[in-house]
T-cell receptor, first 114, second 119 residues
């Protein structure tokens, strides 16, 4: 069965430090890959997505993610974290045979210290 | 653009009562809406998919008689939790997708969620 794993439940970084949030998936083919951010009182916002082509994708708010097929990973990165980046981050997989269905990871809560 | 709202944001009800949650697409027509459930420290789980004017498609293990979904217009879908019990307490999130525009994927836009507590 398809699944998404985010191994880090909670990450704390200092403002200005670099960030990497890990995501691994299990799927028989190359899925569509997404990163969402969830802030309190707001809906999930799409940060970036990967469908095909260049494995390094750029998103909003200075985030990027790299798809590594050999590792079944799609890690999210940001070179310098801002306090406003504190939120919950979800990795998700979209199935190519059913593009309606998103399978989410359990999320990583990011805390940023000044 | 592409704003989805949910109402109420928080609701507390007694066991045995029914609760209705609304999901609205504010600035686009949503031909398809999705309902998710999120448990604490767990991922979002898709409950059902509804297309405007037709019956919802429920995921395996989701009781359709317990979670009634209506998608009567292109901007509104409702989820009614019938005869709610404490185990139904959860965070319910809807998303909406506009008419298919072609391409490999059509983005879902998410509402802010509704926290349901059943006493």
């Amino acid at each position: 069965a398809q699944s998404v794993t985010q191994p880090d439940i909670h990450i704390t970084v200092s403002e200005g430090a670099s960030l990497e949030l890990r995501c691994n998936y299990s799927y028989g083919a190359t899925p569509y890959l997404f990163w969402y951010v969830q802030s309190p009182g707001q809906g999930l916002q799409l940060l970036l997505k990967y469908f095909s082509g260049d494995t390094l994708v750029q998103g909003i708010k200075g985030f990027e993610a790299e798809f590594k097929r050999s590792q079944s990973s799609f890690n999210l990165r940001k070179p310098s974290v801002h306090w406003s980046d504190a939120a919950e981050y979800f990795c998700a997989v979209g199935l190519r045979y059913n593009t309606d269905k998103l399978i989410f990871g359990t999320g990583t809560r990011l805390q940023v210290f000044p | 653009g592409a704003v989805v709202s949910q109402h109420p944001s928080r609701v507390i009800c007694k066991s045995g009562t029914s609760v209705k949650i609304e999901c609205r697409s504010l600035d686009f027509q949503a031909t398809t809406m999705f309902w998710y459930r999120q448990f604490p420290k767990q991922s979002l789980m898709l409950m059902a998919t509804s297309n405007e004017g037709s019956k919802a498609t429920y995921e395996q293990g989701v009781e359709k008689d317990k979670f009634l979904i209506n998608h009567a217009s292109l901007t509104l879908s409702t989820l009614t939790v019938t005869s709610a019990h404490p185990e139904d307490s959860s965070f319910y999130i809807c998303s909406a997708r506009a008419r298919l525009a072609g391409g490999p994927y059509n983005e879902q836009f998410f509402g802010p969620g509704t926290r349901l507590t059943v006493l």
